[in-house]
């Protein structure tokens, strides 16, 4: 008889290492372990961090993971050769687009437009046409649509293909149909079908959202299966499941299906962790900043929840997919340290891996943010990993010096400061994007510093912005991994809906509420989630009539369509400060629908006895002092509720190090958080 599992595992994979985090349901106990991230066959990586964190996987019941591999295939433009097939008259929408420039090139008189990811022999329009309404005005022709995926195919090589038909949100009819001649006739070509991903309006946004599925779909079916064979083999036959961009998981065929839901998968893990922690604590309004080895991600949450925007860009390619609004930018660990003239810059290019920092003494000659860290003194080369890596700490002086500190005239210690103020400077200015630009002021939020280079970096951050108090979580450089297993499983269901309030019938606006959720219960159904764990919510959004923008409008609990607009008025105000007299109107309809997953717990810690004294000293550079002067170190280990720590203070744990100086101090709260807060200046 088959034992029950009671082992939950999560996995994140990052542009320098994998995380790896394992819960047992019954005893509580966490196991976490980090390993290097393997670029050139990124499963190799996350077996490597399995085998470290030591479970077994015939008995493990759930596996969450996250990735960045779609993410990266868009980045470094290295994803599948993708085509369009569309409404005859139509094949050029995807590259007129909106015709707007991008925010930070409005002014720029030399703006080159991005190369289109499709060009236009790879667009082809084909015969068949829908009313607004839905209605067919021209039935598809399916002779057309063999055709034209033949010579996708045939003359132009194509592994995917996006399809994408006016209103194919009121009426799916002809998306499918045309789907299902390509698939008869190429059945190893990958099909992304718009109507699939998204039923809401904007022909544009729709076409850039499934070629940017198509674009990564191929290799992220690759990767899955890949990765889901070699735990087979291992004995692990249970729930396979990938984050989503926007929260919760997936599972892992669902993902497959339709991959850009997790192009952003490996941030929202953190994201998803912050709200727990926030809840547990009772902070509602949090900025999270994960700093990793190649990028930096900043997000938002208020009220306990993170923002969620459901017309992102990626890349100019706007995506119309529920995502967490993150900015990221090239400031991790291992973003590289270069001068532009007489002018210092940091990143976006990462050291990666591979060869990775010169520090890591593996073939990497170009100073990074984590050389610039270790030469101030903020990580022990001789306690780097927990003593797993040997470290080159004066090859990474000699790097700082020769290519930074001597052509800018200044030493090693001015250079590297100089490093971790340029990357300060992009991370506020990150940061501001998120708070300042849309009406909140940072100061009014607490910090969550997670990621490896996280505890070293955001309480320089929090002193920039004012902010009054950084939270460090327990175990902070897998935090990411750790939220994936708070994560439920998350779909969200969509219907454009475009009606002005005052002629909406709240019966039909319920009966299509109840569509969206039946198809969200069979969903989860379909996975094996009971009943008794389903949640739905639900939501719309609204705008005054006119406008271009909407306000998401939570709409459990509606009785009547006066409530339904006081809500968003209220809404209205909290985010833009003024309401209209303009008429109000329904733009689209969403459900989520949750199904609950057992999660890890946050126990409360024996208090301290009161007798904590630094494990070390040693030198490292104050940023309140602006120079080098003693610092107390710390193991975490030995850090429990009630103590108390004066800056300036290095705290070591094996994976990170957390450092806060001399205009800083920290305690340690009941559930073994460090909560660092800095001096009000007089």
């Not at 000659?365 to 860290?373: F, H, L, R, S």
């Amino acid at each position: 008889m088959r034992q029950n599992n009671t082992q939950r595992v999560a996995v994140d994979i990052g542009g320098t290492f994998v995380d790896a985090i394992a819960f047992n349901r019954d005893t509580g106990e966490v196991n976490l372990e980090k390993a290097e991230t393997t670029p050139e066959q990124p499963s190799n990586g996350v077996l490597n961090s399995i085998d470290k964190v030591n479970v077994n996987l015939s008995d493990t019941e759930a596996f969450v993971h996250g990735t960045t591999l779609g993410l990266n295939a868009v980045l470094e433009r290295d994803g599948a050769r993708t085509g369009i097939i569309t409404n005859e008259g139509f094949s050029d929408v995807y590259e007129i687009a909106r015709t707007n420039l991008e925010r930070d090139s409005m002014y720029d008189i030399n703006y080159q437009k991005p190369e289109s990811m499709v060009p236009r022999r790879r667009r082809l329009g084909v015969p068949g046409r829908l009313n607004s309404d839905g209605s067919v005005v021209e039935e598809i022709d399916e002779g057309a649509v063999e055709d034209a995926a033949t010579e996708l195919v045939e003359d132009h090589g194509v592994d995917s293909i996006a399809i994408c038909f006016l209103h194919s949100y009121q009426n799916d009819q002809h998306e499918q149909t045309a789907a299902d001649v390509v698939r008869d006739a190429y059945p190893d070509v990958s099909v992304s079908v718009s109507s699939d991903i998204t039923g809401e309006y904007r022909e544009y946004e729709r076409t850039s959202t499934a070629v940017l599925d198509g674009y990564i779909k191929p290799i992220f079916e690759n990767y899955v299966d890949t990765l889901d064979a070699a735990l087979a083999d291992e004995g692990f036959d249970e729930s396979f499941f990938i984050t989503r961009s926007g929260g919760g998981t997936l599972t892992a065929e669902s993902a497959k299906a339709a991959p850009v839901n997790t192009i952003l998968s490996g941030p929202a893990g953190g994201l998803i962790g912050a709200s727990h922690v926030g809840d547990v604590t009772g902070r509602n309004d949090l900025i999270t900043v994960d700093m990793g080895g190649t990028s930096l991600d900043a997000a938002v949450i208020e009220d306990g929840s993170p923002v969620v925007k459901y017309d992102s860009t990626l890349e100019h390619q706007p995506m119309l997919i529920p995502v967490y609004d993150i900015r990221t930018i090239g400031a991790g660990g291992g973003s590289i340290a270069w001068l532009d003239g007489d002018l210092l810059k940091v990143g976006p290019e990462s050291a990666g891996a591979d060869p990775g920092p010169i520090c890591y003494n593996n073939g990497g000659t170009e100073p990074t943010v984590t050389d610039a860290a270790l030469a101030l003194g903020f990580l022990d080369p001789a306690d780097f990993l927990g003593g797993e890596m040997d470290t080159a700490e004066q090859a990474a002086i000699d790097g700082i010096k020769s290519q930074l500190a001597n052509p800018l005239d200044t030493t090693v210690e001015g250079a590297s400061s100089g490093v971790l103020d340029v990357a300060l400077a992009n991370t506020v200015g990150a940061i501001r994007e998120i708070t300042v630009e849309k009406g909140l002021d940072p100061r009014d939020f607490s910090m969550v510093a997670y990621g490896g280079a996280g505890p070293m970096f955001v309480p320089l951050v929090a002193r920039e912005l004012g902010v009054d108090e950084v939270l460090v979580p327990q175990a902070p450089s897998v935090f990411s991994a750790w939220g994936m297993l708070m994560a439920d499983v998350v779909y969200d269901f969509s219907q454009t809906h475009i009606a002005v309030l005052s002629d909406v019938d709240l019966d039909m606006l319920n009966e299509a509420f109840t569509d969206l959720e039946a198809d969200g219960r069979d969903t989860l159904s379909s996975e094996g989630i009971s009943e008794d764990r389903q949640t739905l919510e639900r939501t719309v959004e609204m705008r005054y009539h006119g406008q271009e923008h909407t306000v998401e409008v939570n709409a459990d609990g509606i009785e009547d369509l006066d409530e339904l607009a006081d809500r968003f008025e209220t809404q209205h105000k909290t985010r833009h400060g003024h309401t209209m007299d303009d008429p109000v109107q329904v733009v689209h309809l969403r459900v989520r629908a949750i199904g609950e997953n057992d999660k890890p717990s946050l126990d409360r810690q024996e208090a301290s006895d009161g007798t904590l004294q630094p494990s070390d000293t040693r030198e490292a550079y104050c940023f309140a002092e602006d120079g080098f002067r003693e610092f107390d170190v710390y193991e975490r280990a030995i850090l429990a509720p009630g103590d108390e720590l004066e800056g300036p203070a290095v705290v070591t744990e094996p994976t990170t190090s957390l450092v806060f100086h001399s205009d800083q101090s920290a305690t340690i709260d009941e559930y073994g958080h460090i909560i660092i807060t800095t001096e009000d200046e007089q």
